[in-house]
């Protein structure tokens, strides 16, 4: 893989990847897994919580979802032309890092302009969550992208997928067993709490 592009033309047969290698690339995708698990379990009602109308709340997750569809066929096509999946997938992981922490870490924008209206509040959100879901593409399509370029051998190709899709289901599992032991140490104080724990707990375990 040279200047961080490939083809099949390049790749000689190869012997089957080892084990190591094979974790590696599987356990690359983590972030992604955990942090959308969380994205499409708990935004919505965690916008609702904090004081956003429905409305918003949905305006936000579609910003984020409309980003994510754009950004997916973007970065596909520079991706093909100009290779680089590490810097893709670095760069990518990277916004996914700070916008997800932006996100259920307050309202910055609201921070920085100093109030905290309805409508600073819905555009903040939804700037940080495009920004999540540029990120989420990124990451995902340059990883994706990196198995053709690992090995051409086929038995190598189906490890290098099949681990990713497992790290995806310890990743999903992981997440809502923590939320689990959580909202059993953390004691709700109000009905509402009690709804909402309850409902998550409900979510976590149909997901999983």
């Known amino acids: 893989m040279a200047d961080g592009k490939c083809g ?5 047969v ?8 094979v974790l590696s690339y599987g356990v690359g995708h983590m972030l992604n897994d955990i942090t959308s698990a969380c994205w499409f379990t ?11 109308a429905p409305r918003d709340a949905a305006i ?10 754009l950004m997916t066929i973007v970065a596909g096509e520079m991706i093909d032309r100009f290779g680089r999946f590490k810097l893709w997938h670095i760069g990518g992981s990277v916004l996914v890092g700070i916008s997800f922490s932006s996100v259920f870490g307050g309202c910055l924008l609201c921070t920085i302009l100093g109030t905290d209206s309805y409508l600073v509040r819905t555009i903040g959100y ?4 495009a ?12 990883h994706m992208s990196m198995v053709n370029c690992m090995t051409s051998n086929p038995t190598s190709r189906v490890a290098l997928a099949s681990c990713r899709n497992a790290s995806t289901m310890v990743a999903n599992l992981g997440l809502y067993g923590i939320a689990l032991a959580v909202f059993g140490i953390v004691k709700a104080k109000t009905c509402a ?16």
């Not at 939804?126 to 969550?129: G, L, Q």
């Not at 920004?131 to 340059?142: E, H, K, L, R």
């Not at 709490?193 to 999983?208: G, R």
């Open 8 to 12: 099949e033309a390049e790749l000689e």
């Open 14 to 21: 190869a012997e089957p990847l080892g084990r190591w290698p």
């Open 42 to 52: 708990y935004l919505l009602l965690f916008l609702q919580e904090i004081g956003l």
């Open 60 to 69: 936000v997750m579609l910003s984020g979802q409309v980003a994510d569809g």
């Open 126 to 129: 939804s700037f940080f969550a």
């Open 131 to 142: 920004v999540f879901n540029i990120g989420w593409a990124a990451t995902q399509v340059s």
């Open 193 to 208: 709490d009690i709804v909402v724990q309850v409902t998550l707990s409900k979510s976590a375990l149909s997901s999983a």
